[in-house]
């Protein structure tokens, strides 16, 4: 059986500069998927779940930014950080 999970995220981070200041909508998640699981992410309104799924998948827009942490893909082509990746390449995942 493998034990290695399919998705891994690692103390991602991620916030908003505006003109009032620094916003911290994700500040260091971490948690894994295993192949076949389903994970639900829980909290109250403006916790930061959506900012959580768009930062895995690479959708902040601006004026947010991804701070820092890993988004770890685990599949037939090896581990591939997601956030690290060049976004042509984002397409063939």
Do not use: W, Y
Request: with cysteine.
């Amino acid at each position: 059986m493998n034990t290695t999970p399919l998705l891994q995220v690692k103390n991602l981070t991620t916030e908003f500069k505006l003109n009032l200041g620094v916003v911290h909508a994700v500040n260091d998640v971490s948690f894994s998927v295993e192949e076949g699981k389903v994970l639900g992410l829980v909290g109250e309104s403006g916790c930061g779940k959506s900012v959580t799924a768009l930062s895995i998948m690479r959708l902040i827009r601006s004026p947010g930014r991804i701070v820092s942490g890993e988004v770890i893909l685990h599949d037939d082509k090896g581990d591939q950080d997601i956030l690290a990746l060049p976004a042509k390449e984002l397409g063939h995942i």
